[in-house]
């Protein structure tokens, strides 16, 4: 439990107005303790914005609900509510990141330098950059970054600023060091997708990430020759999970060259495994 509650609330109004509650303030004497200690028991991240590198602290609620219990927060949504009207005043911001391993978003924050202005008195220039100190940062859009699980203190560039280019971000897919993105690549590749900006692609990519993890353990080779046989042969609108669901099968039917016949198939009324006996392939 977080013994104590500091709460500078003169300044806070001064500042914030009233925007801000009592809970909102004690979040944020919770936010201002817990990310501010680099501690490697503590799920931390660092991210690169505009050539400087900021560290991130994972906020578990569950934990923070433990641990501040006068609170009584009954539902995560709550919490959620609070963070977002944290970092639009100012005090933080936040980073979302999709877990390879659970799938949840884990929400990362970092505290900016306008949370001094509740400890100490303002000053006109910062000692080490020699610009105007105590300034609110900018916003930037972090919620859908093609990242997919990370380890304590690990490195991420931020997606620049400028216009999106997206033949450069499926360069970025090609040449990241998950498989999952690289599979992702070939995927997209094959269905010729072509994104207009970051949200639409970052969204994309959550969607194939679990199929992706399917096909983890399949070669470059086997994807992209599935891929070229769904592509030419059928006549329905197929996904990466039809991938995985094909893959095997489709590496029997090429070496044999026999073709599936989806509408025969239907007629028929048998699933995938019997009608590759039907047509002389045996399965598995």
């Not at 509650?5 to 817990?34: H, N, R």
């Not at 906020?59 to 949504?77: A, C, G, R, V």
């Not at 970054?145 to 304590?152: A, G, L, S, V």
Request: charged residues 25%.
């Amino acid at each position: 439990m977080k013994y104590n509650i500091f709460i500078p609330q003169d300044i806070l109004v001064s500042i914030s107005g009233t925007k801000l509650d009592i809970k909102d303030a004690a979040i944020l004497s919770y936010l201002a303790d817990f990310c501010i200690a680099d501690d490697k028991g503590v799920d931390q991240a660092n991210w690169v914005e505009n050539g400087v590198s900021y560290r991130y602290t994972w906020i578990d609620y569950s934990h923070l609900t433990k641990e501040m219990p006068l609170l009584k927060f009954n539902q995560t949504s709550s919490i959620v509510q609070r963070i977002k009207k944290l970092q639009s005043v100012g005090f933080i911001k936040t980073m979302t990141v999709n877990s390879e391993i659970t799938g949840q978003r884990k929400v990362y924050v970092r505290l900016t330098e306008k949370i001094k202005q509740l400890f100490f008195k303002p000053t006109n220039v910062n000692l080490l950059t020699n610009k105007s100190a105590l300034s609110r940062p900018t916003n930037v859009d972090l919620l859908n970054i093609p990242i997919i699980e990370h380890t304590n203190n690990r490195t991420y560039i931020a997606p620049p600023e400028q216009n999106f280019n997206f033949p450069t971000y499926l360069l970025s897919l090609k040449q990241h060091k998950n498989r999952l993105n690289q599979i992702i690549y070939l995927y997209w590749v094959a269905k010729n997708f072509k994104f207009e900006n970051k949200k639409q692609a970052g969204a994309a990519l959550t969607r194939d990430l679990r199929a992706a993890k399917n096909l983890e353990g399949y070669t470059d080779d086997k994807i992209n020759q599935t891929l070229d046989y769904l592509r030419k042969n059928m006549d329905f609108k197929w996904t990466l999970e039809t991938v995985h669901k094909f893959i095997d099968e489709i590496s029997t039917l090429r070496s044999g060259g026999k073709t599936i016949d989806l509408s025969e198939m239907e007629k028929l009324g048998m699933k995938l495994p019997q009608y590759l006996e039907h047509i002389g392939i045996k399965n598995g």
